[in-house]
């Protein structure tokens, strides 16, 4: 899959926050912290509208069990179980 630069407009404090993330380590770049993001919103909709594939509640189950370890979820993470969106 071909990757397309985008422009957005962020609010100051939302991109600090952001870079904070990265310069702790979290994620890699500010682009992985904008991917994820999206990603996370798109299920938060599918599973709103019901729209979930099998591999949407595979990945849901993951990261819920990611998140209550305390767990940050990178690209990297998901592509080790096959996971994406």
């Known amino acids: 899959m071909e990757n ?4 957005i407009l962020l609010p100051e ?8 993330l ?10 992985e912290i ?3 993001s999206l990603r996370r919103e798109l299920l938060h909709y599918k599973i709103s509208f ?3 594939t ?3 509640r595979q ?8 998140e209550a370890a305390g767990n940050i ?3 990297k993470d998901m592509a080790k179980h096959g996971l994406k969106l």
């Open 4 to 7: 397309i630069r985008v422009n």
């Open 34 to 36: 904008v991917r994820e």
């Open 13 to 20: 404090k939302l991109l600090q926050e952001s870079k904070n």
């Open 22 to 31: 990265v310069e702790k380590g979290y994620f890699s770049n500010f682009s």
């Open 59 to 66: 990945l849901l189950e993951w990261v819920k069990r990611e």
């Open 54 to 56: 099998e591999k949407d």
């Open 50 to 52: 019901g729209e979930l």
């Open 73 to 75: 979820l990178s690209e």
